[in-house]
């Protein structure tokens, strides 16, 4: 089992910059892929990132790809979110993921959630 804590989020005007963390309690991290969500007011949890356990695998919804970086410090049972060029569309809780499947990019998919992270981004 892992717990995850995201923290990170705040309120950033378009085009700036954020960094979302991950931490996961726990000795078994590298056993999971792990991945972000995000879920808007009214709208479903969309799958944003994923990267495999060794950090050499990674994907991204096409919303973001170029402008999101996902990656992992197995050493620091972290996983990162660099969100570049933020649009108003961004605007969502952010979720940590993690999975003993491999490489999914569904809510389903996932067993452990973390609490959320808001992220706001004004226009």
């Known amino acids: 089992q892992v717990q995850l804590v995201e923290s990170g989020g705040g309120l950033v005007q378009a085009g700036d910059s954020l960094r979302l963390s991950c931490a996961a309690s726990?000795?078994?991290?590298?056993?999971?892929?792990m991945a972000w969500f995000r879920q808007a007011p009214g709208k479903e949890r969309e799958f944003v990132a994923v990267?495999?356990?060794?950090?050499?695998?990674?994907d991204y919804v096409d919303s973001v790809k170029g402008r999101f970086t996902i990656s992992r410090d197995n050493a620091k049972n972290t996983v990162y979110l660099q969100m570049d060029s933020l649009k108003p569309e961004d605007t969502a809780v952010y979720y940590c993921?993690?999975?003993?499947?491999?490489?999914?990019?569904?809510?389903?998919?996932?067993?452990?959630w973390g609490q959320g992270t808001q992220v706001t981004v004004s226009s």
């Open positions: 726990g000795r078994t991290f590298i056993s999971y892929d």
């Open positions: 993921a993690a999975t003993t499947r491999r490489f999914v990019n569904r809510v389903r998919g996932y067993d452990y």
């Open positions: 990267i495999s356990w060794s950090g050499g695998s990674t």
